[in-house]
């Protein structure tokens, strides 16, 4: 590759009529000789019938894009170990499929089983009933379910690019627009890129209030991580200012936040919510890093962006899905009401975008893990992390 | 044309297996010179995937109807210029990404883009809970949604026409069922027609009652119209015989119930009541003027057939969707128990069926404008409107 | 048929990315004279649009089992006759068009038009309210609809195979998943087959529990009849042991609980819960006989599988369903919270499966209906009916 160049091909744009079913890009088509590839393919049959997937291989990192599901990735994979969990939820489910007010306004389970997937845009956190006030200035009740819609809002726009410059870049760009008249309009725009024979996915979202009145928004970036990063003994390593349990089973085990156990049936879900420090730059980095420390998946963000970081830890059996979901976003997931005293939901002004930037990596052989060990260490410096014993009324209701 | 002739092609037929994909049949293919087309497509992609519109251009006129809403007119075209609106929900939505139940029974806003959609036929108006006494004699409560089911569900026929008599006429006719065991069961039987180059939609809906015991219908046509016809100084110009606010915004602005203002951000909504007069054929016409008075819409129908008659102002600003509604209907827009009591429920018997004929026209030149002006003063005659200064408890509860 | 072979085709397989849009098997392709076929199809337009049928005919027996709706079988015709019902809700409908939270839960008979479904598996009977324990120990409520999800979830794999042995078998296989990630997860394997020319469809259900901890399960088959087996002096014949009515139309009426009459406009359904005798491997069997018992369906089961026999009736007019359902399970159709006291809630183990083995036959001709007769009184023996006359605590809450 001496010369630099963009090519782009677009896969949907409802407004213009676009629509590629199947479509595969290589680097043979392109007359290279390193392998790579970009694939989208339309799901048939079952749950996941209807469901656009597109596929990035960059040689080394292969992941899989949902813009069914608002942009998210479902499964990643970097040189043989899989990336995301086992979710009870198999098979991908159509948006169709799941009815969001179902048991309680509890749907979005139905369709978890992604490695990344949003939550939000209007709301994310439990369910439960959000009291604001109308343009007639009366307070009027809104139910909100499980951790909002945006994940299962497809993608009215599709794009995939392969670009040459220092290396080569392949992209993917989505577009979901969570809207509604009388109520919250937002635009998301999603590019998920990686480098040629990279070991890192990179994740860049503007999200833009469309109305021309303050739009409240909330997302969350559930990042789920299962077997083989997550074993019994595997630690979750960052330059944590503060962590503090979000209820008793938490309490209990607070001295081993940051440490798994094994599959356990019927565990008990523990919800610790922490703020990170970041670098000079506000960047900050969070590991999982296996018992061994033979191999970790980090996520470098920014804490100015997503200031709360929340560890849930869902070690129940390997059937009941074994997971922990490292979560990172603007505010903690609870009710909005609670949230929005706490100052922590976001108001976009007019035309006003928020954008998040994140990095997902990986790092096999001890070597690697040391070197994101010693940069965790760096941004955490001498700093000594406060950890609460008890709910923190600042993080969550108690 | 000299001879009269009647070509029909039917695109979807659910009971006996047909579905044509895509459809055009053009002048060129019946051997005219006049120029005129209809087309029938199945979106891809996003959150229009599957949704099969039916476009029709008469040479002057163009229309686009969406079997898979109802039989709803998305949006309309006259000699360049927009007949419709435009919602913040830009795309047509498939009904599978609605929820009617959503936000508290306020699902059908995530799906309202259109020019023309009907609202029905269990009940329209805002959720609510009514109250009907079932088979055995007990009350029961049935949770409302707002403005109804019909706009959601899909056509299980449909069939276009062309058809020579004195004029070439395009037709479009399609069937959608409401029905479930232990509830409604009604046929809707909708033909949509426009003659060669002429600046008219005429709309007839035949709603037949299936069951063999009495079904209570309502059903409500939400016409909306945007820029250009609307803006700051248009008028809503009709044979009024009585206007009453429904609330004390509307109140606030009574004087002024039939002119509009530009778009204001934050708008809080106006909404009146009216009952029309009609000519000795009961046919009554409503127009929207701009303020030169250089083009109008306007809308001809039954009083008979569509007694009560609505104004929706929602000129919030062009971002949260400018728009106002003109709504003609057997009842008006309240919680059904309301209108129930007041006699407005439709109660279609054993195979009984409701008829609503309306006509759609353009008008552009001053000439042409008060020609309709001059038509509807006609209507009214001498008789003086009487306006109503505050909610009256005929019209809304209070 | 000298040599035994066997056949299999897959027709769905999520997981494995295979899907076969339209199929079609028959005798010729596999050069035989005895004509039979099964064929599988993809429905388009409508409230169809999307759905997948497999029409199985032996030659004399044919019926359409529906993957998409949960393997149903929605209509079946013996040597001319309908086998199942003629439902309101005329057309198949997609689950997409299905919200089961409707109406008050009841959005389940908005699809309910098939002549055997299944209710359940996390429950099934009228919607209301559940109360669990969840992980942490804590009473949580959980809002259930009517007759549960089953019938509105795809089959994820569907294979058909042709086997040959004593006689032809054609068998259709299919997989549904009932799973969430805090909930249940089951997995049922269904079996439906028949043999070349037989009058019987037989049917095979494994549920399996995929959780690691116990999983209360429910399930009910609701096999519907209307015209021709279903007419005045219509009876249903069965070794019952005891008989209870639901409620007071159903007191009312207890004496002839086992005889139809007319289709009655407005008809108060009534339902009674059965006992049946088994023989001595525990096999029972139903009939609905005609007037004349000169034609009958017949279901045969066992009475460990589905100790529960309910039989509801709405002899409505034809318009509004003339029906009745002969309903067998492992409990009554009452809230789950009842039924759960009564220790009628399946509980799954780990891993643990329920099996569930169903025969329908078609009987014509005074001689058949002689046999069958025959057999179900062979198996109540000397037993008497112990038919109560209220409604008994230990069926029905009162």
């Given amino acids: 590759m001496t010369e630099s160049f963009r090519f782009q091909k677009v896969l949907t744009d409802v407004k213009t009529g676009v629509y590629v079913r199947n479509y595969r890009i290589t680097n043979e088509e392109l007359g290279m000789d390193c392998r790579w590839f970009i694939e989208k393919r339309r799901l048939e049959g079952g749950v996941s019938d209807g469901v656009d997937i597109v596929t990035v291989d960059n040689g080394a990192l292969s992941f899989t894009i949902v813009p069914t599901r608002g942009m998210g990735i479902w499964k990643g994979e970097f040189k043989g170990l899989q990336l995301g969990w086992k979710s009870p939820v198999e098979n991908l489910v159509h948006p169709h499929y799941i009815n969001l007010e179902t048991r309680g306004g ?71 627009y969570e809207r509604t008249l009388f109520g919250p309009s937002f635009k998301l725009t999603n590019l998920t890129s990686t480098s040629l024979n990279s070991n ?27 077997v083989p990063f997550l074993e019994e003994g595997a630690r ?10 979000r209820d008793a089973p938490s309490v209990e ?31 900050t980095c969070v590991a999982l890093i296996d018992r061994n420390e033979e191999k970790a998946v980090s996520m470098s963000f920014s804490v100015e962006e997503l200031p709360c970081f929340t560890i849930w830890k869902h070690t129940d059996s390997l059937e009941n899905g074994y997971v922990t979901g490292l979560e990172h976003r603007p505010s903690f997931p609870n009710l909005k ?9 976001v108001k976009l002004g007019v035309g006003q975008k928020y954008e998040v930037h994140i990095e997902f990596s ?20 001498r700093a000594k992390t406060k950890v609460y014993k008890k709910p923190n009324p600042k993080y969550s209701p108690t």
Wanted: net charge negative.
């Fill in 106 to 176: 509890m749907g979005w389970l139905y369709g978890f089983n992604e490695w990344i997937v949003r939550c939000g845009l209007e709301s994310f956190g439990p369910p439960g009933v959000d009291i604001i006030t109308d343009e007639e200035g009366n307070k009027i009740e809104v139910p909100l379910t499980l951790h909002g819609r945006i994940a299962n809002i497809p993608a009215d726009t599709v794009k995939v690019r392969v670009a040459s410059g220092y290396t080569l870049e392949l992209e993917v760009e989505g577009t979901v």
């Fill in 253 to 283: 085990r607070i001295d081993e936040f940051d440490v798994y156990g094994p599959p356990e049936s019927g565990f008990v879900d523990q919800v610790y919510f922490c703020e990170l420090l970041g670098d000079e730059d506000g960047r």
């Fill in 362 to 381: 990986v790092h096999l052989g001890r070597e690697e893990v040391d070197e994101v060990k010693d940069r965790i260490e760096g941004i955490a410096g």
């Fill in 337 to 345: 009401t609670f949230e929005r005293k706490q100052g922590r939901v």
């Fill in 236 to 245: 979750v390593v960052a330059p944590f200012k503060t962590v503090a349990p």
């Fill in 200 to 226: 890192t996915v990179r994740l860049t979202d503007v999200i833009e209030n469309l109305k021309s009145t303050i739009g409240e928004m909330q997302v969350l970036y559930h990042c789920n991580y299962g």
